[in-house]
């Protein structure tokens, strides 16, 4: 049986507060730096435990120091958000995850959740350690004011959410040992070993790896107050930007401190603030920073769109060809219209990595 135990604690930037929980060790009462108010969870909101998936043979052996665990070389390090309201979708993703690995036990998952959140950062780790015992995990705490001031608002209103921000501070959050991560929505599911894409090349001086989209008309991401200005539209000169979706980025986070592209994103944000250069919430400013630039990756790894477009809930079909990552990227996603009796038949490729149980079930168990 494995346990939760908190590992080292390292000093990062002043908006983080990591709260964390590592295989095997007993429970120990987790610290908080931030001012975090908790509320009762949800009791219908219940998980069942997932099974324990193992290492092959063929899989590295992990550092038995668990203080050096996070930085062990063997690692696959991904990072998500830990948002309640798609904390359902972010367990059937870590579920997809292990169960199609070759070496599940040398996944490390990074997540991330607000300080702003309905339900306490502690809360949430509790319940990722109930559904699965044995995973590597860390929990950092986002100070959204970090960003709030920044953001501007979208077509969508979830798409204003903070977090929705945080993958752009990964490099400032990880341990400096962590040089590559793989970041991934809360809304998709594996169906593939994600070592593959773990082990693609980002070449020449490439920061992020992504599926792009060069059939896709550019501009419409833009307004015209961009087009218009030549200082803006200059940023492109001399480069073939195409769309990419930023739910899955292989990120070399050596070569985003190097650039500092952090800063470099925020600076397109706090443009926008005055000049309402896009109108889609945090991926123009990526696409600004990196379009051009990015290392492009088989389509199979991002079959998004699945939930519909940003204004509508509507079905789609999957794209011809292989398959290796779904995701419900849009307005729809697969548990809300599974539950209202009403799914499209995409949906049915995502349920069977669906850990929820609901009141009815959790209360037909106890009797």
């Known amino acids: 049986m494995f346990f939760l135990r908190p590992a080292f604690v390292v000093s990062l930037c002043l908006f983080l507060f990591p709260v964390i929980a590592i295989r095997p060790y007993p429970p120990t009462k987790v610290s908080y730096d931030a001012d975090i108010t908790s509320i009762e969870f949800d009791k219908s909101a219940q998980f069942l435990e997932a099974p324990e998936y193992q290492n092959g043979l063929q899989c590295p052996v992990l550092s038995e120091n668990g203080l050096l665990l996070a930085c062990d070389p063997s690692l696959v390090h991904i990072a998500m958000t830990l948002d309640p309201d798609y904390l359902r979708g972010t367990i059937a993703a870590v579920h997809s995850v292990l169960k199609h690995t070759s070496c599940p036990q040398n996944i490390f998952f990074h997540f991330i959740a607000s300080d702003s959140s309905s339900v306490n950062a502690n809360d949430l780790t509790r319940i990722v350690g109930s559904v699965f015992p044995s995973l590597n995990l860390k929990v950092y705490v986002f100070r959204e004011d970090v960003v709030s001031d920044l953001i501007s608002s979208s077509i969508r209103r979830a798409l204003d959410n903070p977090l929705n921000y945080a993958r752009s501070y990964l490099a400032d959050m990880l341990e400096p040992c962590v040089k590559r991560v793989i970041y991934l929505d809360s809304d998709v599911v594996l169906v593939d070993d994600i070592q593959k894409l773990w082990r693609i090349s980002l070449t020449g001086s490439r920061t992020i790896g992504a599926p792009q989209y060069c059939h896709v008309n550019f501009t419409k991401y833009f307004t015209n107050e961009f087009w218009f200005d030549i200082e803006f539209s200059r940023v492109?000169?001399?480069?073939?930007?195409?769309?990419?979706?930023?739910?899955?980025?292989?990120?070399?986070?050596?070569?985003?401190?190097?650039?500092?592209?952090?800063?470099?994103?925020?600076?397109?944000?706090?443009?926008?603030?005055?000049?309402?250069?896009?109108?889609?919430?945090?991926?123009?400013?990526?696409?600004?920073?990196?379009?051009?630039?990015?290392?492009?990756?088989?389509?199979?790894?991002?079959?998004?769109?699945?939930?519909?477009?940003?204004?509508?809930?509507?079905?789609?079909t999957l794209h011809p060809g292989r398959t290796s990552l779904l995701h419900w990227s849009g307005k729809g996603k697969p548990w809300t219209r599974l539950d209202a009796n009403n799914p499209c038949p995409v949906d049915?490729?995502?349920?069977?990595?669906?850990?929820?149980?609901?009141?009815?079930?959790?209360?037909?168990?106890?009797q």
Request: glycine share 10%; aromatic share 12%.
């Open 348 to 366: 049915h490729l995502w349920a069977p990595y669906d850990l929820y149980k609901s009141q009815k079930q959790s209360q037909n168990q106890q």
């Open 236 to 316: 492109f000169e001399g480069k073939r930007p195409c769309y990419f979706n930023t739910g899955v980025m292989v990120m070399d986070l050596e070569r985003w401190r190097e650039g500092d592209y952090t800063r470099k994103i925020e600076k397109w944000m706090r443009i926008q603030k005055e000049k309402k250069i896009y109108q889609l919430g945090s991926l123009p400013p990526f696409l600004l920073v990196f379009g051009g630039d990015v290392e492009g990756i088989d389509h199979r790894w991002n079959q998004h769109g699945l939930g519909g477009d940003n204004l509508v809930d509507s079905c789609r």
